[in-house]
């Protein structure tokens, strides 16, 4: 009975954090009251970082295979990108996903996100399961392998599904740190 | 048969081997300005990091280069500042691979490690505007040509398009380029399509055509990453025609421009890269022409042994060593050093006669994706007898996370991607040579072939270059052994066995070289050359119903080839049909005005018809 009342008192805190997330409309959107019972994966990108426009196919792959189990959100924590900008990215790049301006870094905050792309799983308890890199396809800047060989996302969304712990809870990836940002 | 009829000979021979010419038209970067440490306890961006960024960075990183954002401006720099610092500390950015050596190279974008240090303090202690009034201007925007209006803007005819995702893409266009008569070029300027994408891109000029038929349909261009081009008689590569991102075109220096001749196409590589989204890629080449032909001519050679590339999985150093001596002075304009994914520490280094021993290239982290032709500050005389030598170690183990292969296979040397090359290409100029001699370019590529068959007996284009070399000296039984040691490895090889006709041709034995001729338009039917030297030998052979039958076939294919009409005209002579005789020769002369075989002919033709 208590760690459920605790449950719900972190989901209500958690919840007023996030009020300061926009929708492309400008309204606030909470993602992890929508789509409830889902896992939630918040995907972090800014338009003039290459190595997260790389990744387009890849997110959209794994969004589209765990598009039953899990809520997909792409967010965009950059204040100088405006929807309509962030519109047109999104038409480039094929995504069919909802789109977020974080210009408060409220989910940043939450997700412990450092750079773009990061991507944070959270569990259906909207636990913080992972952050960090999608795969480790980038080593460095301008230094790419021909395909990756870890899938830390793909690991860390089985992980909040089944429950099964993680062998690492955050790995770094190669990108544009957001705390550059203004 | 009539004494007066001759015919031309034209013959194929394979010089440039591989893909990857680079450029002497590389980056005349500035270098930026010198840091001192400054006593005030604070790095500023306008005082201490702009000049950095504007003069090692701004030159891609602005609208339309190919830096993915634009460095201009305080604001621009802080959105990236910590990036900066991590790029600039690991020595990612600016790409330049080379360590740094005694024989200094051109253009050289490497930052000073008391600039890195500057760029770090300024990261880590808030990223500071400072003062307006230190600021700088900003570097003038690179729009456009860079040299100016081009005298002839050549765009790829039809575009690529690059495929969201993938691995990295090589891809073939071909330019046709369209002039009269033969032009002198100074200068070319690379417009690759998409800097953000197009890693880099290397012109291969193609003097009989011989790319075409690799495309689908004319046009569509072809992928591959290393292409092999033909050519017509002695004229080895000169130039390495190169851009990589960060490239300014730069005029050649009095006496050293490109021949280009009617007919030329000019076949420009590209490395390109995926993006994320679908991409239109649309090269275009800006040609810049001189009135002065060349008078110094300078000569690509290349040095490499793919046969010692047998590479097991997990092997993490393999070295691969060769060495080349020079039979005349030289001077080393430029270096280009190629391998793929596995390559790790690359060195080319040379041994003087005196015993002194120069780097010439020493590249610890090779990196494909940043490949680039380098030019020395000074030209490098490399005297006789200096041996030239190279090292490349390369990494086929899981732990080399560029290995295409997952998990490592063996690798041997080839063209693709997933293949690995030992490739080393030097731009040399000879000097201090006797002219009684002959030429000293045919000197060092024989030296070269010669070199080459030794390393490797079953180098099929080692035996063929060397028998090319032998076949211009007029040394026809050489020639025609180094071709049958050729056609061994590869019986069915088009150019090979046109080759072989065309010396046999030379050597006065048309009835033998009929065989090798038409074993070449077997395995290729649309093979130009060989049409041209399958006809020449049944002229020979006073067969004129067939040469005349393949002669057409010539002037199918290429409409406006004088040589071609003339020995049409001089078959038909053969005939007794003057009238269509006459119509060839004048044709040819209409194409060629001054084609003295067609003015003979056509005089004696009428000289002929007059008597009668």
């Given at each position: 009975?208590?760690?459920i009342t ?44 290459p ?12 969004s ?31 995504y ?83 705390s550059?940002?203004? | ?36 440490r ?19 960075c701004a ?27 991590e ?51 900003p ?16 765009t ?6 690059l ?6 893409t090589y ?12 032009r ?56 390495m ?15 050293m ?32 022409f ?48 190629h391998a ?9 280094f ?161 009835e ?28 020979a ?9 393949q ?6 294919l290429?409409?406006?080839?004088a ?22 020769f ?23 018809m007059?008597?009668r």
């Open positions: 009975m208590v760690s605790l449950a719900c008192l972190f989901q209500v805190l958690m919840a007023h954090a996030q009020q300061t997330a926009l929708d492309l409309d400008g309204r606030p959107v909470n993602p992890f009251t929508i789509a409830a019972g889902k896992v939630v994966v918040l995907v972090f990108l800014r338009q003039d970082c190595v997260s426009s790389r990744y387009a196919p890849v997110i959209r792959r794994i589209a295979q765990y598009s039953r189990e899990a809520s997909f959100w792409l967010v965009y924590p950059d204040r100088s990108e405006t929807p309509q900008s962030i519109r047109k990215y999104l038409g480039d790049y094929g069919r996903l909802p789109a977020l301006r974080d210009p408060d870094r409220a989910l940043v905050q939450q997700a412990r996100a450092e750079i773009t792309p990061e991507a944070a799983v959270f569990d259906r308890n909207r636990q913080l399961v992972y952050h960090g890199r999608i795969d480790n396809w980038y080593l460095e800047f301008g230094r790419a392998r021909p395909a990756p060989t870890t899938h830390e996302l793909n690991n860390a969304i089985q992980a909040a599904l089944t429950g099964k712990p993680l062998p690492q809870s955050s790995v770094k990836g190669v990108g544009c740190y957001i550059d940002l203004q | 048969m009539n004494s007066w009829w001759r015919a031309w000979m034209r013959w194929t021979l394979v010089l440039a081997a591989a893909a990857g010419m680079g450029s002497v038209f590389s980056r005349a970067n500035p270098r930026p300005r010198e840091q001192a400054q006593t005030a306890p604070q790095v500023t961006f306008n005082r201490d990091i702009a000049p950095i960024i504007f003069g090692a030159s891609c990183h602005q609208p339309g280069e190919a830096g993915p954002f634009p460095l201009l401006t305080y604001e621009e720099v802080k959105r990236h500042a910590r990036q900066i610092a790029v600039t500390r690991a020595r990612t950015m600016p790409p330049w691979l080379p360590e740094p050596q005694e024989l200094r190279l051109a253009d050289e974008m490497r930052l000073a490690d008391a600039q890195i240090r500057t760029i770090q303090e300024w990261a880590e202690d808030g990223s500071v505007e400072g003062d307006p009034a230190d600021l700088p201007p570097p003038r925007p690179a729009e456009g040509w860079r040299l100016g209006k081009p005298d002839l803007i050549l790829a005819e039809r575009p690529l398009v495929a969201p995702t993938g691995t990295d891809w073939n266009f071909i330019f046709h380029v369209p002039i009269t008569e033969t002198w070029v100074k200068a070319v300027e690379i417009h690759p399509g998409d800097k953000r994408y197009v890693h880099h891109a290397n012109i291969l000029v193609d003097r009989s055509r011989s790319s075409r038929h690799k495309e689908a349909e004319p046009g569509a261009g072809f992928g591959g990453m290393e292409i092999r081009i033909e050519s017509q008689v002695f004229d080895p590569d000169s130039h025609l190169f851009w990589k991102p960060g490239t300014v075109p730069s005029v050649e220096p009095d006496g421009a490109l021949r280009l001749d009617k007919g030329t196409d000019l076949i420009l590589n590209t490395h390109m890269q995926p993006s994320g989204k679908t991409e239109i890629i649309q090269p275009s080449i800006g040609l810049y001189t009135s002065k032909p060349a008078t110094k001519f300078p000569m690509l050679l290349q040095l490499e042994d793919d046969a010692k590339l047998n590479i097991p999985p997990e092997q993490r150093n393999f070295v691969v060593t060769d060495e080349f001596t020079l039979p005349t002075d030289v001077e080393l304009l430029a270096i280009y050093p793929h994914y596995l390559g790790k520490d690359i060195q080319a040379a041994t003087l006669p005196d015993g002194s021993k120069k780097t010439l290239i020493h590249i610890l982290h090779w990196n494909l994706s940043w490949q680039a032709v380098y030019r020395y500050a000074q030209p490098v005389l490399l005297p006789k007898g200096t041996t030239i030598a190279l090292r490349y170690v390369y990494d086929n183990s899981d732990e080399n996370p560029l290995n295409p292969n997952h998990p490592p296979v063996r690798v041997k040397a080839g063209n693709r991607s997933s293949d690995e090359m030992c490739h080393l290409w030097l731009q040399v100029l000879p000097v201090n040579y006797d002219r009684a001699q002959g030429d000293p370019r045919m000197r060092l590529q024989e030296a070269l072939a010669r070199h080459d068959v030794a390393n490797d007996p079953r180098d099929f284009e080692a035996h063929y270059n060397l028998a090319a070399m032998e076949q211009a000296k007029g040394r026809l039984d050489d020639a025609t052994k180094e071709y049958e040691a050729a056609l061994q490895l590869r019986p069915g090889d088009a150019v090979a066995n046109n080759a072989m006709g065309a010396a046999l041709l030379a050597a006065g034995r048309p033998k070289a009929v065989p090798y001729l038409s074993q070449a338009l077997k395995t290729r039917p649309d093979y130009l050359e060989a049409h041209y030297n399958l006809g020449t030998a049944y002229s052979e006073s067969d004129f119903e067939d040469a005349a039958q002669l057409h076939l010539v002037l199918q290429q409409p406006d080839d040589d071609a009409e003339a020995n049409l005209g001089s078959a038909l002579a053969e005939m007794g049909r003057f009238p269509e005789a006459k119509s060839h004048e044709r040819a002369l209409q194409i060629n005005p001054n084609h003295s075989l067609a003015k003979e002919n056509l005089e004696e033709l009428q000289r002929q007059s008597d």
